[in-house]
């Protein structure tokens, strides 16, 4: 998928254009995002970079970062995608000037939407104005039960199979590898420890099996109390892999949560422990 960020470099063709921000490519994300590919048109995104409700000092649990919500969309096989810097001036405009100027010069001629879509200061417009404008404003319907703020319930309570049904897809924790303890190697199963975008949600704490690099992975999230820590760590034991993953940008599936994090009273008793959530993971299978 072709990305631009300067609309006047933005090509002016026919588009059938897709408007949101997809935090997440959901279910009802996707249903919006098939309909522009179903136009006939060259179907193309327009979604915000902050997410306006950052950019207004509101404090969201993103459900992917930017970089990953354009792979997922990329992924659908929509052509292009526009994104708008999203400021409190962008937030001023109004409908009809959102759409002389984001909408217009790249050649819209089909809208798609959520029957939720609002748009422009104070969120006036929607497509019944768009319509009015002059383009071909379809309302895509919402899917029953889906919507971002569930799935983040979801996540926060450990239930990634839940989740994974309203995604339409296995629930991720994205981050770049950086140096860890290296206490995994002494135990002999080294982990990958990621730094984490601080925008983005992280489930909740436990063990849970899942992949990460074409590998299956025991992922642990949590402080790490059998050693007495504190601070928030995302680490990842892949199975049957050895390399160097540091600096690497890398996406852990979180197929299902084993259990909760856990002191022992020995570390004998961890590392059989942790023999067992490999095992685990290596029978688990992703949601379906």
Do not use: C
């Not at 090509?11 to 059938?16: D, H, K, N, T, W």
């Not at 001036?89 to 984001?102: C, G, I, S």
């Not at 601070?231 to 990842?236: F, I, K, S, T, Y």
């Amino acid at each position: 998928m072709k990305v631009e960020r300067d609309i006047a470099r933005v090509e002016r063709r026919s588009r059938a254009v897709a408007i949101g921000t997809f935090d997440g490519v959901h279910l009802g994300h996707r249903r919006v995002l098939q309909a522009a590919l179903a136009a006939g048109l060259t179907s193309t995104v327009v979604t915000f970079d902050p997410h306006p409700r950052i950019a207004f000092g509101y404090e969201v649990e993103l459900l992917t970062t930017f970089e990953r919500r354009l792979e997922l969309i990329g992924e659908t096989g929509v052509e292009e995608a526009l994104v708008v810097e999203f400021d409190l001036e962008l937030a001023k405009l109004e409908p009809e000037e959102f759409a002389d100027t984001v909408l217009r010069p790249i050649g819209t001629e089909v809208v798609v939407a959520g029957a939720d879509f609002r748009f422009g200061s104070g969120r006036t417009g929607d497509l019944g104005l768009l319509q009015r404008l002059g383009f071909d404003a379809r309302t895509v319907p919402l899917v029953e039960g889906v919507s971002s703020s569930r799935i983040r319930d979801f996540l926060r309570a450990g239930e990634v199979e839940r989740a994974s049904r309203l995604l339409g897809r296995v629930p991720e924790v994205e981050g770049i590898v950086v140096a860890g303890d290296a206490r995994g190697g002494t135990l002999g199963f080294p982990t990958a420890n990621l730094r984490l975008d601080p925008g983005l949600l992280v489930p909740a704490y436990g063990i849970y099996a899942g992949a990460a690099d074409g590998h299956r992975a025991a992922i642990s999230i949590g402080t790490n109390p059998h050693y007495g820590g504190e601070e928030r760590r995302v680490e990842a034991h892949l199975l049957d892999f050895s390399g160097d993953l540091y600096g690497q940008r890398i996406v852990l599936e979180l197929w299902r949560r084993l259990r909760e994090e856990q002191a022992f009273s020995s570390e004998e008793e961890l590392v059989a422990q942790i023999a067992r959530d490999v095992e685990q993971t290596r029978a688990a299978e992703p949601p379906r």
